[in-house]
């Protein structure tokens, strides 16, 4: 089927940047959406941000202004930069990506989590 590898989490102050990526391999015919989730404890998984196939875009107003989602279309994989971090920011961060086969079906695919901690 189809993995997706997230890298780039960890342990930053206030303020400072991270890099996540998500890079999905497998039996791949084409990927529609690709996009970032995050979690806190005790709450909700939410959409961070969301990219298409052609490259518009779409921001949570939480990190508007502060996080950019690009992909990589060639190496199938999506990437968020993460500026001006902020303690609220501290989840754990999941992709996922929209894929469709040979036959026409689609499939949604999660990655396996980065933990994102904003310290003061």
């Known amino acids: 089927q189809v ?11 206030a303020g ?6 998500c890079a999905a391999s497998g039996s791949i015919f084409s990927i529609n959406n ?7 404890p005790g709450k909700q998984r939410e959409l961070v941000a969301d990219i298409t196939s052609d490259g518009r875009t779409n921001y ?5 202004g502060r996080f950019t989602i690009s992909r990589d279309n060639a190496k199938n994989t999506v990437y968020l930069q993460m500026n001006s971090l902020k303690l609220e ?29 904003v310290s003061s």
């Not at 993995?3 to 102050?13: I, R, Y």
């Not at 400072?16 to 990526?21: F, I, P, Q, T, Y």
């Not at 690709?34 to 806190?40: D, E, F, G, N, S």
């Open 34 to 40: 690709m996009a970032w989730y995050r979690q806190a």
């Open 60 to 64: 949570a107003d939480s990190v508007k």
């Open 16 to 21: 400072g940047s991270l890099r996540l990526s």
């Open 89 to 117: 920011d501290t989840a754990v961060y999941y992709c996922n990506v929209l894929t469709r086969d040979a036959f026409g079906g689609t499939r949604n695919y999660w990655g396996q989590g980065t933990q994102v901690t």
């Open 3 to 13: 993995q997706l590898v997230e890298s780039g989490g960890g342990l930053v102050q």
